[in-house]
């Protein structure tokens, strides 16, 4: 069973940082696109971010100037550096992983939660 290991999720005050990691396996992680939604309660899930090798991130109007998404190939690994954090930026956030190539599937992290206080 394929597994993405998600991390660094936490309680932060309002303009602080915190730094999300998501682990694939390396099998996988080549020829994917990997990236990060977000769900708060009540709200329906939306895109934070995604990367595909071998091209920068591209990152959601909400969270442009704030948040970077960088992969490290030699690693299986993605992050989420995320600055000057806000409120509205709690959520619980998932990491996902979609093939590029057949069979195309799709896998989810269990998710990490971030909380912005005031």
């Known amino acids: 069973q394929v597994q993405l290991v998600e991390s660094g999720g936490g309680l932060v005050q309002a303009g602080g940082s915190l730094r999300l990691s998501c682990v694939a396996p390396?099998?996988?992680?080549?020829?994917?696109?990997m990236g990060w939604y977000r769900q708060a309660p009540g709200k329906q899930r939306e895109l934070v971010a995604n990367?595909?090798?071998?091209?920068?991130?591209v990152v959601a109007d909400s969270v442009k100037g704030r948040f970077t998404i960088v992969r490290d190939n030699a690693k299986n690994t993605i992050y989420l550096q995320m600055n000057s954090l806000k409120p509205e930026d709690t959520a619980n956030y998932f990491c996902?992983?979609?093939?590029?190539?057949?069979?195309?599937?799709?896998?989810w992290g269990q998710g990490t939660q971030v909380t912005v206080s005031p």
């Open positions: 990367i595909i090798e071998s091209r920068s991130g």
């Open positions: 390396g099998s996988i992680f080549r020829n994917s696109v």
């Open positions: 996902y992983l979609k093939l590029l190539v057949v069979p195309r599937n799709e896998y």
